[in-house]
């Protein structure tokens, strides 16, 4: 007996339910009377809205993969560096400006990794970066950082960021090998400012 396939079911019950003539009715009206606008207002109606973030791993010429503490992160603070894209921005210039912004580092973005769907609306993309330029700093939203092993993340570290680096590691630093431009990331770990004048 074979397996009952539901798109199979589906695409039979539209045609049974809906006639070619309807059809051709609504592509007729769809083409001819809706203009850009209109459509694209229509299709946002319809199709479900998600939140566009940006996830970076950054791995430097030793394997480590850098970690942030997030400030506004209370029960995992410690992840990879991200955050969300602006208005009309590329996901790769919000990726290379999150990093400038959180770090001080200048990163050449690699290539994509991932990208990942959640419960809650919300798309992330992830990006393999390696370290251009820049000296690394820490910032209000991100005080402190780490240069970590993938198997040896920090306490209270994000889960999900956690899981990408178990997965996806190793082919970032095959992709960093080949670069060897003397870029200076910064220590191991380390404070800015504004963790510093917390103490």
């Known amino acids: 007996m074979h397996p009952l396939n539901l798109d199979s079911v589906g695409s ?38 998600f939140v566009v973030g940006v996830t970076a791993m950054v791995v430097d010429d030793t394997g480590r993969v850098l970690f942030l503490e997030h400030a506004f992160r209370r029960r995992y603070p410690w992840a990879l560096p991200g955050g969300w894209i602006n208005r009309a921005e590329h996901p790769e210039a919000a990726i290379v400006r999150e990093l400038r912004e959180e770090t001080g580092l200048d990163v050449r ?3 994509v990794l991932a990208a990942n769907t959640f419960r809650q609306p919300r798309l992330d993309i992830v990006y393999a970066c390696r370290v251009a330029g820049g000296m690394i700093r820490g910032s209000a939203e991100t005080p402190r950082w780490q240069w970590r092993l993938p198997g040896d993340p ?9 899981e990408l680096v178990a997965r996806f590691a ?22 800015g400012r504004a963790a510093q004048s917390a103490q």
């Open 12 to 49: 039979t019950l539209y045609t049974l339910l809906v006639p070619n003539s309807a059809v051709r009715a609504l592509a007729w009206i769809w083409t001819r009377l809706l203009n850009d606008r209109v459509r694209s207002r229509i299709m946002w109606w319809l199709n479900a809205k």
């Open 154 to 162: 920090p306490p209270d570290a994000d889960p999900y960021s956690v």
């Open 170 to 191: 190793g082919e970032v630093r095959r992709q960093v090998a080949p670069f060897t431009d003397g870029a200076v990331a910064g220590p191991a770990a380390g404070q």
């Open 109 to 111: 973005v690699l290539g």
